[in-house]
């Protein structure tokens, strides 16, 4: 059975760093591409990251291009989440999502196109 789990997330202030990350059971990373989408309040989910199966390729939505990092560890089944100068847009409920694909170097960024999702984990941002 495939689980994700996402964990990492937390309150911090205005310019501070989070790292979130992804762990997976029952499948490994290395033929799955791995998402992370978030939902703030009274808003719809929205993707902000995504790496491809082989980890060549990465995605970014425009606002947190140049502030956040999406990296993978393929001996620890993990994915993770870098985020850097983050600003108070940034404070939502953030999930983990997986896809498997046999094409490596392609990214999907919507919610449709993952067919695994983890529980999400909280970030707070505060001035």
């Known amino acids: 059975e495939v689980q994700l789990q996402a964990f990492g997330g937390g309150s911090v202030q205005v310019g501070g760093s989070l790292r979130l990350s992804c762990a997976a059971s029952?499948?490994?990373?290395?033929?799955?591409?791995v998402g992370w989408f978030r939902q703030a309040p009274g808003k719809e989910r929205e993707g902000v990251s995504c790496?491809?199966?082989?980890?060549?390729?990465?995605y970014y939505m425009e606002s947190v291009e140049g502030r956040f990092t999406i990296s993978s560890d393929d001996a620890k089944n993990m994915v993770y989440l870098h985020m850097n100068s983050l600003k108070p847009d940034d404070t939502a409920v953030y999930y983990c999502?997986?896809?498997?694909?046999?094409?490596?170097?392609?990214?999907?960024?919507?919610?449709?196109?993952?067919?695994?999702w983890g529980q999400g984990t909280l970030v707070t941002v505060s001035s």
């Open positions: 999502a997986a896809r498997f694909s046999l094409v490596p170097g392609t990214v999907w960024m919507t919610q449709t196109d993952f067919g695994s």
């Open positions: 029952g499948f490994t990373f290395d033929d799955y591409a």
């Open positions: 790496i491809s199966a082989s980890g060549g390729r990465t």
